[in-house]
């Protein structure tokens, strides 16, 4: 095929992958590019030849967002893996997107600093992919999301044109910020190719706790006392209810006679700062100041490093749902803080209605009011279980000042969800966008925003002229991640 001699004379014929050794890929060619360079020499190619690039990072997008189909060539930045700068006294990092979190993290700890974010698929993510999605983790409440920890990026536009926006300094009021339209747009407005990451010290020591809990207002309640701690920072502040918490547990064969599994709510706190011993007897202030209002409030206070490693795997192993309940489906919303109660007591009911013994496990990044939630089923439900599914879980989110995707994006799976509860006038806005940096629809085509022609009719009318738009595959060919 001419397009894939071409891409094999730009990046070498060892980095472009067909056949056989693609079984997991429905794109049948996936392609590495070394440097920006290349990706726009490749991105040239693809809109010469009208074939549409699928940007892949880490593939952990929970979202569908790096899927790929007949027809569509993956660009992975998997060799784009370099840490081109790390300057310890501007706490600044300029890196491929490629370079994986883990990477950026450990390089960074060398000069006792941190990128302000984590999650649990550090080992694999890019920050490519995290600047994607504007991923979020359990520091978000705290430092942001990754839109709050990009400085300045780089990325290879639709015709091959390149943006280059390597600020490397917190303020830069000097017109639109454009940076952040590709911060979260899960590669359909362009490749991000390098990053400049802000940094911040690290500390030099943490302390963890799990407390078992009667309410989200008790959980709550002990985020503010651990938020105003002198010992030390808040690092992380995350909720796992008693049905997540159990199956955990279980799974890794976990118990403390302190903290009996039958408590409605477990919330594991982490603190960094300068002495471990003070954070712990903040830890116990904290407690102590907690059962005075709620006696039934029981928690353990990690004595080493193996215990504190303990207590993370039993919230970062969500592998245990999907072993239970095989490709379960899954959601992740955010709901401001005082609306979680109301927002529960509802979903649980509403859920069982649909299906008897339909329930949800729960989750997250309690701080920032993000819940994700899983169904103790095997996935996919049926259609009209999903949809009634969605109605219970979305309803009135946008309304009291939630969002039915808090972290993961929108990707391929959650389109409609998008379609059915954004305001029509972002629909719209998003399209022009869309159409301005891609007219002819072949970066990441069929993510975030579809193609199809009703939509086009419904959000906005178009410019006549010189729109093409390319042939919808069949939705049989979409390979899952
Ligand atoms: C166990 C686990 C825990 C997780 N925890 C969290 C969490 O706490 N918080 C959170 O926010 N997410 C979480 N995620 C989701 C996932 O890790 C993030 O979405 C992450 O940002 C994806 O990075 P990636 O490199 O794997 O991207 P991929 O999955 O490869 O791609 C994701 C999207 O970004 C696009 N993309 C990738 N690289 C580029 C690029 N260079 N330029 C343009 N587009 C690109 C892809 O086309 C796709 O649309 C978790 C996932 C797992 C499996």
């Given at each position: 095929m001419a397009v894939v001699d071409d891409i094999r004379d730009v990046v070498g014929a060892s980095n472009v992958r067909t056949g056989d050794d693609l079984a997991d890929c429905g794109a049948g060619i996936v392609v590495a590019p070394l440097s920006t360079e290349e990706v726009a020499a490749v991105v040239r190619i693809c809109r010469?030849?009208?074939?549409?690039?699928?940007?892949?990072?880490?593939?952990?997008?929970?979202?569908?967002?790096?899927?790929?189909?007949?027809?569509?060539?993956?660009?992975?930045?998997?060799?784009?893996?370099?840490?081109?700068?790390?300057?310890?006294?501007?706490r600044v990092a300029l890196v491929g997107a490629g370079v994986t979190l883990e990477t950026l993290q450990e390089a960074a700890l060398e000069h006792r600093l941190e990128p302000g974010i984590d999650l649990a698929a550090r080992g694999s993510a890019t920050i490519g992919g995290m600047v994607s999605t504007n991923a979020g983790g359990v520091m978000a409440f705290r430092n942001g999301v990754m839109r709050h920890r990009v400085l300045g990026l780089e990325a290879v536009l639709a015709d091959g044109s390149l943006y280059c926006d390597l600020t490397r300094v917190v303020k830069n009021s000097a017109g639109y910020d454009l940076k952040h339209l590709f911060i979260g747009a899960e590669g359909t407005l362009g490749i991000v190719t390098r990053v400049v990451v802000k940094l911040d010290p690290s500390p030099r020591a943490t302390a963890t706790a799990l407390f078992g809990l009667p309410s989200v207002e008790a959980a709550l309640r002990i985020i503010r006392l651990a938020l105003e701690s002198?010992?030390?920072?808040?690092?992380?502040?995350?909720?796992?209810?008693?049905?997540?918490?159990?199956?955990?547990?279980?799974?890794?064969?976990?118990?403390?006679?302190?903290?009996?599994?039958?408590?409605?709510?477990?919330?594991?706190?982490?603190?960094?700062?300068?002495?471990?011993?003070?954070?712990?007897?903040?830890?116990?202030?904290?407690?102590?100041?907690?059962?005075?209002?709620?006696?039934?409030?029981?928690?353990?206070?990690?004595?080493?490093?193996?215990?504190?490693?303990?207590?993370?795997?039993?919230?970062?192993?969500?592998?245990?749902?999907?072993?239970?309940?095989?490709?379960?489906?899954?959601?992740?919303?955010?709901?401001?803080?005082?609306?979680?109660?109301?927002?529960?007591?509802?979903?649980?009911?509403?859920?069982?209605?649909?299906?008897?013994?339909?329930a949800p496990y729960v989750f997250g990044h309690l701080a920032d009011g993000n819940l994700h939630i899983v169904l103790n089923r095997r996935g996919p439900l049926a259609p009209p279980i999903a949809k009634a599914v969605e109605d219970v879980l979305y309803q009135q989110l946008?309304?009291?000042?939630?969002?039915?995707?808090?972290?993961?994006?929108?990707?391929?799976?959650?389109?409609?969800?998008?379609?059915?509860?954004?305001?029509?006038?972002?629909?719209?806005?998003?399209?022009?966008?869309?159409?301005?940096?891609?007219?002819?629809?072949?970066?990441?085509?069929?993510?975030?925003?579809?193609?199809?022609?009703?939509?086009?009719?419904?959000?906005?009318?178009?410019?006549?002229?010189?729109?093409?738009?390319?042939?919808?595959?069949?939705?049989?060919?979409?390979?899952?991640?």
């Open positions: 010469r030849n009208e074939v549409p690039v699928v940007p892949q990072g880490g593939r952990t997008g929970l979202v569908g967002g790096s899927i790929s189909r007949p027809g569509e060539i993956v660009l992975s930045t998997a060799r784009m893996n370099r840490i081109e700068r790390l300057d310890p006294l501007e002198d010992a030390g920072h808040l690092r992380a502040a995350e909720a796992m209810w008693t049905s997540y918490f159990s199956l955990a547990a279980a799974a890794h064969e976990w118990s403390e006679p302190s903290v009996p599994l039958d408590q409605p709510l477990f919330l594991l706190l982490s603190l960094g700062g300068a002495r471990e011993e003070a954070m712990r007897e903040d830890f116990e202030r904290i407690y102590l100041e907690t059962v005075q209002q709620y006696p039934d409030a029981t928690g353990i206070i990690a004595a080493s490093r193996r215990q504190e490693d303990d207590l993370w795997r039993l919230r970062e192993d969500t592998g245990v749902l999907y072993r239970a309940h095989p490709d379960a489906p899954s959601f992740d919303v955010s709901v401001p803080l005082s609306e979680i109660s109301a927002y529960l007591e509802r979903i649980i009911p509403g859920l069982a209605a649909i299906e008897s013994g339909l946008r309304q009291i000042g939630g969002s039915f995707s808090a972290e993961h994006g929108v990707g391929s799976k959650r389109i409609h969800s998008l379609l059915a509860t954004a305001d029509p006038t972002k629909l719209a806005a998003m399209e022009r966008v869309k159409r301005a940096l891609d007219d002819q629809s072949i970066m990441n085509p069929e993510k975030v925003l579809p193609c199809d022609a009703w939509f086009v009719r419904s959000c906005s009318p178009l410019p006549s002229g010189n729109e093409r738009r390319l042939p919808l595959k069949n939705a049989s060919d979409l390979n899952d991640e």
